[in-house]
């Protein structure tokens, strides 16, 4: 167990090792990106593919905005490959991009955050040609050349008004019916409104009914938005357009039914069923289909706005109110406006007070809270925080104001003062920031004359803390010497684990050598007891037992053991002592002599003492 | 060769004491400039002393102040912003910064929930006690792995010690990239508009005073997109903000 962790704990230090040495490793992500076609004609798509190489989870281009080109997001795919067991992966952006006007574009440099790292696409270029002499709406094999786009369905473009203001919020109806026998297989980029000078909100999902004109059944999609002028003058809105992609028969593949009257399937449940699409051959075709454009006169808006108009048009209603009553100079109150109505919301900004003074005013935040589909009409809530410089008695009136297209003049809303008692301050206008924090200047002259009041909104002097000391922007992890400093707790925590595995390594030595020791002590006491040898080895093999037992019991070297060492290792009594000198003595004596020089043989009862000696040795 | 490294040596160092007293003369002519009320030449000195490097907290707030006389809102609460970068314990610094931004009537960047927690803390600080946590879990790591039999001590201290890592490690991270981070900067030119894409006829998203804080979130050429107070998000020319951190 001991082994597997030293191991571990190994690797751990090769991987800590090598981490500093090779913070990447992975290739470098790169970019390229590329239009279908370099030329179109106004109205054309094509389509616009970003494809980021090596990089993980790479965003793309938050906005792209061209001039007279719109961008609609086609998708992303990623594509995996696998060479010589290195995968690398790639996604695909694509976008649908359509000219709104001829001429030539250029899109700029796109970024792409690649996992921190910021990539660049190539600028590209499209020419965009006029649409006259237009010969198919794509160049795709579909075309609608040969399909007459009235028998496949319409598209109408309802605008509720002929008279708008500039920035006024004016809500659209489009209405695509589709011939039920004509099934839709997709919509194609989806609905476009060409047109200059107004901007388009989102369009929502369509909804969809049937509906029968003039004999015809039609599958309706009715989609809602919203479009603002952005500027005066006569504007002409749309066409609305659509190409979707129908099924329809195909040509020169004419049903039998359909074929010379007369024959036996000439009949109109026949025409009717073999006209099937369902049945009949048919070919997924792109049919384009346009509205007819609407017109729309738009007003300015009447000069002098008040001063806070920030250019909200619409109508709207205000609602405040502010928490805690009570409060102390300095604390925080939340004020609460709520701006209903219906209008161009992105223009809404947070009501103002009326007088700020005495008030220090922080960022609002707000929400919003539709009532529609198209974002037209509903409810902004902003939360304000203030905090007062001086004791108040009471909210000054928040305002706001806008532009009301019915009424055709500026209406500034004004909500009541909230009463609130602020208290702790002194009745002086002056900054807390500054008052309560200005330290007497240290480099104030001691014989200058006394200084003239200074203005409560003054700032602190010049400071005579001349510190040579050269301060860095880069925090401690960006310097070198931090990370050089972390090469000493590096170096201990590497020689810790150097150490420990030489502690583990010597232990495993120790533990062998006791092992070695105790299976000889095992061995000896067993010739002793088969009492099979002569005396000479007999008296040899009990005094290194006693030595191996001593060396066991104390951590000695078994050869350095005397009979002393071994008669105090074991507290023996006198006779055990006398008995235990009496065997190293003889011993020795029959070793170095040969047993020629003395009594070389042991009856059977000082084997059996010699034995119980040895085996009695216990520590 | 020992003479030639020498006049190497004393060569090097009798330039560095050159530049340092030009700095030091730059500063304290520049304080002359101010106490005679030449603002905008105070400033510059203070300028011509920090891009000759001597940049610490007193500079930048000495040349906040000289901003803030000279009338210059925006780059008055740049510096003191600098300051308070280099030393967020600057009372003089925040409290000009304060006067300033009433003055200006600069927006701030709202601030996110956890700045309560770890504004109070420099990145300094936390890289320090990010290393040392870091090396209280490695050297518990390799006692658990060599320890002879189980040590559940050993185990409860490393496993607190990598969730305090990751607590650090994940607040320096907020911190660096959050409102007060590296992607800090100041609108310094007057009539600054956001605006919903990179072009001057764009629409217009906020109008941002001198002085008001913005995150920069990328660039492209002369723009750079950022996140603005009130929790919008726009494009403005990058000559008109200035990063905090230099």
């Keep these: ?619 | 060769m020992k003479f030639r490294t020498l006049t190497c040596a004393l060569l090097a160092l009798a330039a560095v004491s050159a530049l340092h007293a030009e700095t030091a003369d730059n500063v304290a002519q520049a304080n002359q400039e101010y106490q005679a009320e030449h603002f905008p030449e105070a400033a510059a000195l203070y300028q011509k002393a920090i891009d000759a490097g001597t940049r610490n907290a007193a500079v930048f707030y000495d040349l906040g102040n000289a901003w803030f006389r000279a009338g210059d809102a925006g780059q008055a609460i740049l510096n003191y912003e600098r300051a308070l970068a280099l030393r967020p314990q600057h009372p003089e610094a925040r409290a000009n910064l304060h006067v300033a931004r009433d003055k200006a009537r600069a927006l701030e960047l709202r601030p996110q929930w956890w700045d309560e927690f770890i504004a109070r803390i420099t990145p300094n600080q936390f890289s320090i006690a990010a290393a040392s946590v870091f090396w209280v879990l490695a050297f518990a790591v390799a006692a658990w792995l060599f320890a002879p039999r189980r040590a559940p001590l050993l185990l409860a201290l490393a496993l607190l010690s990598a969730l305090v890592l990751g607590s650090l490690v994940a607040g320096l991270y907020a911190l660096e990239t959050g409102n007060n981070g590296r992607d800090l900067a100041i609108v310094i030119a007057a009539k600054t508009e956001a605006r919903v894409a990179t072009a001057d006829s764009a629409g217009s998203v906020l109008v941002l005073p001198p002085g008001s804080e913005i995150r920069i979130l990328s660039t492209r050429g002369d723009w750079i997109y950022a996140a603005l107070p009130n929790d919008l998000r726009g494009w403005l020319p990058a000559l008109s903000a200035q990063r905090v951190r230099l």
């Excluded at chain 1, 793309?60 to 490959?81: H, M, W």
């Excluded at chain 1, 200084?451 to 401690?476: N, S, Y």
Aim: charge should be neutral.
């Design chain 1, 1 to 619: 167990m001991t082994w597997s962790r030293a191991h571990i704990a190994l690797c751990c230090l090769a991987l800590l090792a090598s981490a500093g040495s090779h913070p990447l490793l992975a290739a470098e992500p790169n970019v390229t990106a590329v239009l279908s076609n370099s030329e179109t004609d106004v109205g054309q798509t094509v389509e616009l593919q970003i494809q980021v190489n090596g990089a993980s989870d790479p965003k793309p281009p938050s906005q792209i905005s061209v001039d007279g080109l719109e961008f609609q997001t086609a998708g992303t795919s990623r594509q995996f490959q696998m060479h010589n067991f290195d995968v690398s992966s790639s996604i695909t952006f694509s976008y649908m991009v359509t000219p709104t006007r001829a001429g030539h574009f250029t899109i700029p440099p796109l970024a792409i955050d690649a996992g921190g790292k910021t990539l660049r696409t190539p600028e590209l270029t499209l020419n965009a040609r006029d649409r006259s002499g237009r010969s198919s709406n794509t160049g795709r094999s579909q075309t609608n050349a040969n399909v007459d786009p009235s028998q496949i369905g319409f598209i109408e473009m309802i605008l509720p008004k002929s008279i708008a203001y500039v920035g006024e919020m004016i809500p659209v109806q489009i209405r695509v019916g589709i011939n039920m026998r004509a099934p839709v297989e997709s919509f194609g980029t989806g609905i476009q409104i060409s047109g200059q000078g107004f901007t388009t909100q989102k369009m929502t999902q369509p909804r969809q009914t049937t509906e029968t004109i003039n004999g015809r059944s039609y599958t309706m999609f009715i989609v809602n938005t919203a479009i603002s002028p952005a500027r005066s003058g006569k504007l002409e809105i749309g066409p609305a357009e659509i190409t979707p992609v129908v099924r329809v028969p195909r040509r020169g593949a004419q049903n039998p039914a359909r074929q010379g009257a007369g024959g036996p399937f000439d009949d109109p449940f026949f025409n009717q069923f073999f006209n099937d699409p369902a049945f009949a051959p048919s070919v997924a075709k792109e049919v384009n289909m346009k509205s007819s454009p609407a017109t729309l006169e738009v007003k300015p808006l009447p000069p002098k706005p008040p001063a806070d108009f920030s250019g909200a048009v619409g109508n709207f209603t205000l609602k405040t109110e502010a928490n805690p009553k009570k409060a102390d100079v300095g604390d925080p109150i939340t004020i609460n406006a709520t701006l209903t109505g219906r209008g161009n919301f992105d223009r809404v900004n947070a009501p103002a007070l009326e007088n700020d003074n005495g008030w220090h005013k922080y960022p609002p935040s707000d929400t919003f809270k539709q009532d529609d589909d198209v974002g037209i009409s509903g409810a902004k809530s902003f939360e304000t925080v203030v905090s007062a410089n001086e004791n108040k008695k009471e909210l000054p009136p928040l305002v706001f104001s806008y532009f009301d297209p019915t009424k055709e003049s500026y209406v500034t809303l004004k909500s009541d003062p909230i009463p609130l008692s602020i208290t702790g301050g002194n009745t002086s206008s002056a900054s807390p920031s500054a008052s309560a924090l200005a330290p007497a200047p240290s480099n104030a002259p001691s014989v200058a004359p006394a200084p003239a009041p200074k203005p409560v909104d003054d700032i602190l002097p010049q400071l005579d803390d001349r510190t040579a000391v050269v301060q860095t922007f880069h925090p401690l992890y960006q310097q070198r010497t931090f990370w050089l400093a972390q090469l000493l707790p590096f170096f201990a925590l590497a020689g810790f684990i150097i150490w420990k595995l030489q502690s583990a390594r010597g232990n495993n030595r120790e533990l062998k050598r006791i092992a070695r020791l105790q299976q000889e002590t095992s061995e000896l006491q067993r010739k002793l007891r088969r009492n099979d040898n002569s005396a000479q080895e007999y008296l040899a093999d009990a005094a290194r037992a006693v030595q191996l037992k001593t060396a066991l019991a104390k951590n000695l070297n078994a050869n350095s053991v005397d009979a002393d060492t071994a008669a105090s290792a074991f507290h023996l009594d006198d006779a055990a002592q006398a008995r235990l000198r009496r065997l190293f003595d003889r011993s020795a004596e029959l070793r170095y002599s040969g047993g020629r020089n003395g009594d070389d043989t042991l009856s059977a009862e000082q084997r059996r003492e010699i034995l119980d000696l040895v085996e009695n040795l216990r520590a």
